[in-house]
């Protein structure tokens, strides 16, 4: 049976979404700790209520898994810069239910929030475009509380307190924030609302550019293993050192050479490679121009094709 293009989007957008919660909660927790099993089970929860109370628009959903996957980092973030005794696990088992409670207050308040509210969410949601009246100032004022909390928190002396009041500020801390989402849950969903259609737009248009922009990786591609494979041939067939490498006089090896082609061509220049000859730094210097050449030419062209889609829509 095939599957039409539609489902294909959502499918793939549903997958992205997916693979960037694991991702995020295998870099923010231990591997397979109490705390990362926790936070797949709260998205995964948080996201089927929401598929749930609004099931005809699934944007809506994706882009609140992804603001879910942002509010995990930042809160990690916290908790590890302000919120973390000194020498002790992220996560200690004693301090487990207190972190968990933090983590899940803001969540479950925005979830009541938009329960209590899912009228007027459900019409936001539905129109399934951008309203005029929704001004970025008023959808974006929730944050500023939020960021104030987050920004007293630093004011925390490390080290300074044992792990039960940290764990006690903490929860303070994230009632607070979860009592400022839950009264303004509407705004919230609108600021999602918003987010997913942009995302939804821009990969629209990203999708457009697929033809040129794999023409200008091709090209791309082809500098860095020409000239790449002239590193290495010159400085195989040669004598002489033609690079410096860590510092020391070294033959260079083939990947070496394409990770040097790649550096140079993109004028990164991390230093642990230099052309140490003059054939060398002719040939870094008639990269770099070919390298830049490319851009302008490139971005011209996919500005161009850009353009000539749009008229002829």
């Known amino acids: 049976m095939a599957v039409h293009p539609q489902q294909r989007h959502w499918l793939g957008a549903i997958a992205f979404t997916a693979m960037l919660v694991v991702l995020i909660a295998f870099a923010a927790t231990d591997v397979f700790s109490y705390f990362f099993i926790e936070i797949l089970l709260i998205m995964v929860a948080?996201?089927?209520?929401?598929?749930?109370?609004?099931?005809?628009s699934q944007f809506f959903v994706i882009a609140l898994a992804n603001f879910?996957?942002?509010?995990?980092?930042?809160?990690?973030?916290?908790?590890?810069?302000?919120?973390?005794?000194?020498?002790?696990?992220?996560?200690?088992?004693d301090s487990l239910l207190p972190v968990t409670v933090a983590y899940v207050l803001p969540i479950v308040a925005f979830i009541g929030g938009a329960w209590r509210r899912r009228q007027t969410i459900r019409a936001i949601v539905t129109a399934e475009q951008m309203q005029q009246e929704r001004h970025l100032v008023r959808v974006l004022l929730w944050l500023a509380p939020v960021f104030a909390i987050g920004a007293l928190s630093f004011l925390i002396p490390a080290g300074q307190f044992a792990r039960s009041t940290l764990d006690a500020l903490l929860d303070g801390a994230m009632a607070m924030i979860a009592l400022i989402v839950l009264f303004v849950s509407r705004d919230v969903a609108m600021f999602l609302v918003d987010?997913?259609?942009?995302?939804?737009?821009?990969?629209?248009?990203?999708?457009?550019?697929?033809?040129?922009?794999?023409?200008?990786?091709?090209?791309?591609?082809?500098?860095?293993?020409?000239?790449?494979?002239?590193?290495?041939?010159?400085?195989?067939?040669?004598?002489?050192?033609?690079?410096?490498?860590n510092g020391t006089p070294q033959k260079i090896s083939f990947p070496e050479s394409l990770y040097f082609s790649i550096t140079t061509?993109?004028?990164v220049g991390y230093g642990d490679i230099t052309a140490l000859s003059n054939v060398a730094r002719v040939l870094v210097s008639l990269?770099?121009?070919?390298?830049?050449?490319?851009?302008?030419?490139?971005?011209?062209?996919?500005?161009?094709?850009?353009?000539?889609h749009e008229r002829r829509k």
Do not use: W
């Open 195 to 245: 987010v997913g259609l942009m995302f939804e737009d821009f990969f629209h248009r990203i999708a457009r550019l697929a033809a040129p922009a794999l023409a200008f990786f091709t090209f791309y591609s082809l500098i860095v293993l020409v000239f790449a494979s002239i590193y290495r041939i010159i400085d195989r067939y040669s004598a002489a050192y033609h690079f410096l490498i």
């Open 68 to 93: 879910l996957a942002v509010y995990t980092c930042v809160f990690v973030f916290f908790l590890e810069a302000n919120f973390r005794a000194k020498g002790a696990a992220l996560v200690p088992l």
């Open 265 to 267: 061509l993109s004028t």
């Open 46 to 56: 948080s996201v089927a209520s929401f598929y749930v109370m609004f099931p005809s």
């Open 287 to 308: 990269q770099i121009v070919f390298g830049a050449l490319l851009l302008l030419f490139g971005f011209f062209e996919i500005m161009n094709y850009t353009r000539e």
